[in-house]
Structures are given as C-alpha cells and as structure tokens.
C-alpha cells in the first residue's frame, strides 16, 4: 500500500489542524494504522494508532483529550484532528500501515512496513 500524508503547516499554540493520509493500492481495511512523529535530533515516536475496523484506538498520554485518530475505509483515509497544540507537538507526522501478518502491535514503531512521506507541523508559541 502507498501512503500519502496532508495536512501539516505552521499554527499557534491553541490551534487546530487535521492531518489526513492517503491510501492506494491494497484493501486498506486489511491494515492496522498509526500516526508517529519525529522532532528534530530525536527518534519517531508513536502517537496515535486505530484498529483495522476502527473500533480500537491508543493514544500517547501526552495527546490523549486533544487529538483524535479516524479512518474511513470506504475512502482508504486516515486522519488525525489535533486540537489545543502545543509547541512541543511540532514535528513531521508520519502515517504507517502495520503488516496484517503481525499480531496487533500498536505503539511499536518495528511493527510498521509502509510508510508516507511526512508533513510538517510547526507550532508557534
């Protein structure tokens, strides 16, 4: 499967702005899928991740309450609405598409074999 993340840009602490992910070529239901971000000089860390069907979600404590992770199988999309940022939420944001042949893994980064080209979100303070 091919990801293709939108959605970033630069917004003030407080702000709002949704990522959306793109999905071509596989049933993209057959996928459990995550967001991860990756800050300057640090490793990517998970941040969000949503079940196959949709029904599960995980969230990292520090953005439980302000983002939110969804996905639409009918359109192959994925999205994150993040609300409330902060500063310390800029980085690139990656969507991944864990292998359907692993055991759900959601917060383990190794668990991930596709991945899109990640956008950039800055936020000012």
């Known amino acids: 499967v091919q990801l293709q993340a939108s959605g970033g840009g630069l917004v003030q602490a407080g702000g709002s702005l949704r990522l959306s992910c793109a999905a071509y070529g596989n049933i993209f239901s057959m996928y459990d899928m995550a967001w991860f971000r990756q800050a300057p000089g640090k490793e990517r860390e998970f941040v969000a991740a949503?079940?196959?069907?949709?029904?599960?979600?995980d969230y990292v404590d520090s953005v439980k309450g302000r983002f939110t992770i969804s996905r639409d199988n009918a359109k192959n999309t994925l999205s994150l609405q993040m609300n409330s940022l902060k500063p310390e939420d800029t980085a690139v944001y990656y969507c991944?598409?864990?292998?359907?042949?692993?055991?759900?893994?959601?917060?383990?980064?190794?668990?991930?074999?596709?991945w899109g080209r990640g956008t950039q979100v800055t936020v000012s303070s």
């Open positions: 949503i079940s196959r069907s949709g029904g599960t979600t």
């Open positions: 991944g598409a864990a292998s359907p042949l692993l055991a759900r893994q959601p917060r383990t980064r190794d668990a991930y074999i596709y």
